[in-house]
């Protein structure tokens, strides 16, 4: 990856389209799975979203690999797929950019007004 993909992206909108075309190729529960999953790790990214991508690519190869063998995809991710994905993200109750920055925020406001 070089300097300017890094700044604009592209390298993972390219990495993202891959994605997507290897989830099409997927039975229709799994791609609806797949949206799911999508949906609900990219708030436990970083400010890039780099470091969902491996996750990403990681969950999208357990889906291929699963359906291959023919096994149901609720056998594979249970009924929680939120659930699912916050323990992906690193722990259950995993914290999202939006948590993490209330918190920040509420810290720099108790600093001004402790002042």
């Known amino acids: 990856m070089n300097f300017w993909e890094k700044i604009t992206g592209s390298d993972m909108i390219n990495e993202l389209k ?7 190729k997927l039975p229709a529960d799994y791609q609806a ?10 708030p436990h990214s970083d400010f890039t979203g780099r ?3 491996p996750i990403l690519d990681g969950v999208l190869g357990l889906l291929e690999e699963t359906a291959a063998d ?7 991710l249970g009924d929680d797929v ?14 999202s950019f939006r ?5 920040q925020l509420n810290k720099n406001i ?4 402790s002042k």
């Open 51 to 53: 470091n969902i991508m």
């Open 70 to 76: 023919g096994q149901r995809v609720h056998e594979v």
């Open 18 to 24: 891959t994605f997507e075309s290897r989830a099409k």
């Open 33 to 42: 799975a797949w949206e799911e999953i999508n949906a609900n790790l990219w």
């Open 82 to 95: 939120k659930g699912f994905c916050s323990a992906l993200a690193g722990e259950e109750g995993a914290k």
């Open 99 to 103: 948590d993490k920055w209330r918190e």
């Open 110 to 113: 108790a600093k001004k007004l």
